[in-house]
């Protein structure tokens, strides 16, 4: 497994964009297809968004489709996540993911989870 440490979230206002890291330990990062989930308090968490372990193949939620932007470097062990026209909606604690297979990020029962960043927009 990695160790994953999100970072950047905030309090954006309606309309605005924010970019989230996420930083895993070890150097078998580019091994593991990653992902992006959220979750609003008192619902389950949803997913968001997938990418393979070389950054060629992503996968959206339908709600991330088009403003939503998952990416990664290998050499710095860090996959982003940049949101844009963002929506009070949008606002949830982001965590990112990871696992060797990407189809089990898709189903949500990936391996490693991170602590998570709070995005709050403001409208």
């Known amino acids: 497994q990695v160790q994953l440490v999100e970072s950047g979230g905030g309090l954006v206002q309606a309309g605005g964009s924010l970019r989230v890291s996420c930083a895993a330990s070890?150097?078998?990062?580019?091994?593991?297809?990653m992902g992006w989930f959220r979750q609003v308090p008192g619902k389950e968490r949803e997913f968001v968004g997938s990418?393979?372990?070389?950054?060629?193949?992503?996968y959206y939620a339908d709600s991330a489709t088009i403003r939503f932007t998952i990416s990664r470097d290998n050499a710095k062990n860090t996959v982003y996540l940049e949101m844009t026209n963002l929506q009070p909606e949008d606002t949830a604690v982001y965590y990112c993911?990871?696992?060797?297979?990407?189809?089990?990020?898709?189903?949500?029962?990936?391996?490693?989870w991170g602590h998570g960043t709070q995005v709050t927009v403001s409208s």
């Open positions: 070890g150097r078998t990062f580019s091994t593991y297809a």
């Open positions: 993911v990871a696992d060797k297979d990407m189809k089990m990020i898709r189903i949500g029962v990936p391996s490693s």
């Open positions: 990418i393979s372990w070389n950054g060629d193949s992503t």
